[in-house]
């Protein structure tokens, strides 16, 4: 009941949670650790966004910056050349687009051309993005950098200690030497001496701590890797990139996240903070989900005070991101504690360390099936997103967990219209046809109505009717049968037919209980609804004023004299 009781506000849409939702994630990037390349060219992004969505996304996420281990920093006027023509792309396709940035020039441009989410790796730990994310209505994610949220945002509130584990006070105790040091403005050498004066006369680890800054071991063969050289630099005929190149003297250092991800990736799977042997096979979980809860809490909290409504704010604990295997490993066991906040929250594991570690997969392409595997422990643990890179395997995989695991019957409504053959006839047997696909009943029928035709005037009228259905079917599998449908009944849906001409049937699916969805292979809501008066008239047989309903739902629904394809008779019962 929580899950499902969640809504993420975004910009003009309202995502529900009655199942986990998509992010695709779609790196625009040269040196991504396991896609870098492969969309910098806009066109491909383009291209590989719209795939994504047809494939099963609800979000699509566009990152122009690789956040990778040992990443190389971006700046703002890169960044938004790369990305802005891809999200204002998508977001004409009807796509509910994120931009992954930490830089306030490059999210402020985003949302000018259509993105309705910002994902900030840093946490809204820059005042200027605080101050732009709440003068919008767009969606936030706010996410756990690791030391990131220590560095850019010194925590000013008394930690409590919650239990007596030697464990627990040892992190406790390292954690108050390092503020020590941090006050008497130790670095390096003289920082760890500090740490040691402090906590002397404690019991000693059995095996030395390394040092958070020691050499770095090699790190995982796809991360290591030299990034590719740059491409040119991509066209787009906007001022929203020129825009960028704003001063940012205010802002972080860029270099925080670049240091903490440089550490993280050398830390490989036996990093500082559990270097130490251990009783347990991993660290204590406690000082690790205060630190990552106590951080998250807090930003939605202060976001919140900001002005910011709480609707629009999901966490994401930052996998990879300042944190080794161990660590990322209890922070998923542990994401129902996250999720009790009452946010949505993000799963962001695909092909990362942690996935490594666990499946002994090295090359990170390769992490797919385990990624799945983590995605549905995190589900199970109450994540309302995740954020993948194989979008089409994992939404064959959670179709397929839904199906059995979470029954689930949504309501939908089809609309039906014909003008070739026996228009009733077509009508009557497309309804008894929608009957039998698996796991959908059609629980209400329209009358069927007469109606001018619309679009191309130059054809006979049409038969029309609604009905509605109950179903267990994604959205886009739902479709694909709709299409057996319309092709056993003789419609042509290849290219050599005209567009909006005569037809033997139309299944149109119009619309789903909390379903978004753009792109070319389906819109929900349809996007025709609120003008075509064949619709609009036959769904008042179905429910009460159905104009005041799609528009509550953010349709907006034209006049009865300003839409198309007119109705002009009854035809009989359906």
Excluded at 208 to 222: G, H, K, R, S, T
Excluded at 345 to 353: G, N
Excluded at 390 to 401: D, I, P, R, S
Excluded at 450 to 459: H, L
Aim: hydrophobic share 40%.
């Amino acid at each position: 009941m929580a899950r499902d009781s969640k809504v993420w506000r975004c910009g003009k849409y309202e995502l529900k949670f009655d199942r986990p939702r998509i992010m695709g994630v779609l790196n625009v990037t040269p040196d991504s650790f396991s896609d870098g390349g492969e969309h910098l060219d806009t066109d491909a992004a383009i291209a590989h966004g719209l795939k994504m969505l047809d494939d099963g996304a609800d979000i699509i996420d566009v990152g122009g910056e690789s956040t990778r281990p040992s990443f190389t920093p971006v700046d703002p006027d890169t960044e938004a050349r790369r990305v802005l023509p891809v999200v204002q792309a998508l977001a004409k396709a009807g796509a509910v687009v994120s931009i992954d940035t930490r830089h306030v020039e490059v999210a402020k441009a985003a949302v000018r051309v259509g993105a309705s989410i910002v994902n900030d790796v840093t946490g809204f730990t820059d005042p200027r993005m605080v101050d732009f994310v709440k003068e919008s209505d767009c969606g936030l994610v706010v996410m756990h950098a690791g030391e990131v949220a220590d560095v850019e945002r010194p925590r000013t509130h008394t930690e409590v200690q919650l239990d007596t584990s030697a464990a627990a006070f040892m992190a406790q105790k390292a954690r108050e030497a390092e503020e020590a040091a941090r006050a008497l403005g130790a670095t390096g050498k003289s920082k760890r001496a500090a740490k040691a004066k402090l906590i002397s006369g404690m019991v000693q680890p059995l095996q030395p701590q390394l040092p958070f800054d020691a050499p770095a071991p090699a790190a995982d063969a796809e991360q290591a890797a030299p990034a590719p050289g740059a491409s040119a630099a991509v066209a787009f005929d906007a001022t929203d990139a020129d825009a960028v190149s704003a001063s940012v003297e205010d802002a972080p250092s860029s270099d925080d996240l670049a240091s903490v991800m440089a550490r993280s990736g050398a830390t490989a799977y036996n990093g500082s903070r559990s270097a130490q042997l251990r009783r347990f096979t991993l660290p204590d979980s406690a000082p690790i989900m205060r630190r990552v809860m106590g951080f998250l809490s807090d930003q939605a909290r202060a976001l919140i005070h900001a002005g910011v409504a709480r609707e629009r704010i999901c966490l994401d604990p930052g996998s990879g991101f300042g944190k080794e295997a161990n660590e990322d490993i209890v922070i998923q066991r542990e994401l129902g504690k996250i999720a009790s906040l009452g946010y949505p929250t993000l799963c962001a594991v695909s092909r990362k360390r942690l996935v490594g570690a666990i499946s002994g997969v090295a090359n990170a392409r390769e992490r797919d099936i385990a990624t799945f595997g983590v995605c549905l422990g995190a589900i199970e643990q109450g994540a309302n997103i995740v954020r993948v890179h194989n979008v089409a395997g994992f939404a064959q995989f959670l179709n397929g967990f839904w199906a059995i695991a979470r029954p689930q019957p949504r309501r939908a409504y089809v609309a039906l219209g014909s003008n070739e053959g026996d228009r009733l006839e077509n009508i009557r047997t497309a309804r008894d046809l929608i009957a039998q696909i698996p796991m959908t009943c059609v629980s209400s029928c329209s009358r069927i109505y007469e109606s001018e035709p619309a679009y191309e005037t130059d054809q006979d009228a049409f038969a029309n009717a609604v009905i509605e259905i109950k179903t267990e079917l994604a959205p886009l599998i739902l479709l694909d049968e709709l299409g057996k449908v319309e092709l056993q009944l003789g419609r042509d849906r290849s290219g050599k037919a005209k567009a909006n001409g005569p037809r033997p049937i139309d299944c149109d699916l119009l619309w789903m209980d909390n379903e978004i969805h753009g792109g070319n292979k389906l819109r929900l809501p349809h996007p025709g609804l609120g003008e075509r008066d064949f619709v609009l008239v036959p769904l008042e047989d179905l429910m009460h004023n159905p104009a005041r309903f799609f528009r509550y739902e953010g349709i907006d629904v034209k006049e009865p004299e300003d839409r198309v394809g007119h109705v002009v008779a009854e035809l009989g019962t359906l």
